[in-house]
């Protein structure tokens, strides 16, 4: 990373024990920049690790100087944070929210509506801060994260093929997905970081295949070694057995099973050109 390409020192990285944070925290590691990262939990001591909780009302009192700040954690944490983030020398925000903001902006579930809401109301509230306070910004808007073994998709369904051999799907799932690899996003992040044009602008980062859920689910089996065993069920039938999972499978809501025949696709075209963005295809491995 060139000098002119390089985000102000020092950096901060908020949600630093998210899904990308490790691979962030190595590649600002890798680039001279030192960072430091805050937790509620600080896990180790292998990088500058600070106790805070973006909700406690001392934040101030937590937070080093830190002109580059990395948010990783859920947007609608930011806001609240911003102005004892100014305090502490912020000039730089790239802030993760989500492409739910969009996708679950008119489900039927109440609580995924209000997900959305808080995504959107947010993202809000960052740029208008950012542009009252001369903070330059960037929101990066990922479709489904997947990180082999720790993430609540991609590898859920890995332990679910896992356990049961059989993978059932509503339909013939054919929904399109667009799933995209942590640490990919870690890259994306950084280059954005320090790319002139990627300032005051949000994007929607996609993984670097479009692919039906069917075929996603295909790609975990072969990640796993197996060879592909899904039973496509009637939809009703689908969301019957969901609600029988739901012991074993929070979350699960009729919802999921409806969303598995909608396209849920974005453009990443505004990424490629302004800073590079070139995530892998979907090619998991367990
Ligand atoms: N997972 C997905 O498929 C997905 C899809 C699209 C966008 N995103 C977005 O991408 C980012 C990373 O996603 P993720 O799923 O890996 O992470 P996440 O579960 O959304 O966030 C977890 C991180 O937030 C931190 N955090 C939570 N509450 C906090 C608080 N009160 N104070 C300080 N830190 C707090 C946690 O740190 P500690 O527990 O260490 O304190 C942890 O590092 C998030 O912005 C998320 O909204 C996720």
């Known amino acids: 990373m060139d000098a002119e390409n390089t985000p102000p020192s020092p950096v901060l990285v908020l949600g630093a024990t998210s899904l990308i944070g490790g691979f962030l925290l190595a590649r600002l590691d890798a680039a001279g920049l030192e960072p430091m990262a805050l937790s509620r939990q600080p896990p180790g001591d292998d990088v500058c690790w600070l106790e805070g909780d973006l909700s406690d009302p001392d934040l101030d009192e937590a937070l080093p100087h830190a002109a580059t700040v990395f948010s990783l954690s859920p ?7 911003l102005p004892a983030l100014k305090a502490h020398g912020l000039t730089r ?3 993760f929210s989500s492409t739910s903001r969009f996708t679950k902006q008119d489900s039927p579930e109440a609580s995924e509506r209000a997900v959305a809401r808080a995504l959107a109301e947010a993202e809000q509230q960052v740029e208008a801060f950012c542009a009252e ?6 929101i ?3 479709t489904l994260i997947y990180l082999e073994g720790r993430d609540g998709n991609v590898s859920r369904l890995a332990g679910l093929i896992r356990r049961f051999k059989v993978l059932p799907l509503s339909g013939r799932g054919e929904g399109l997905r667009q799933p995209v690899h ?4 870690a890259a994306g ?7 002139p044009a990627a300032r005051d602008r949000a994007y929607d980062l996609t993984g670097g295949e479009t692919l039906t859920y069917r075929v996603m689910a295909e790609r975990i089996f072969a990640g796993l070694g197996r060879r592909p065993a ?3 069920l009637p939809p009703g039938l689908f969301r019957w057995l969901l609600t029988l999972a739901r012991p074993f499978y929070p ?4 919802t999921m099973a409806d969303r598995m025949a909608q396209d849920l696709t974005f453009d990443d075209a505004a990424a490629r050109r302004d800073f590079g963005w070139s995530p892998r295809a979907f090619r998991p491995r367990f």
Request: charged share 10%; proline share 8%; aromatic share 6%.
């Open 230 to 232: 899904i039973l496509s």
């Open 133 to 138: 306070h001369g903070v330059a910004w960037t």
């Open 251 to 254: 979350g699960a809501t009729a």
């Open 182 to 185: 942590a640490e990919d996003l």
């Open 75 to 81: 947007i609608w944490l930011l806001p609240p944070a």
């Open 140 to 142: 990066l808007r990922p």
């Open 189 to 195: 992040a950084l280059a954005a970081a320090g790319a």
């Open 93 to 95: 925000l790239v802030a």
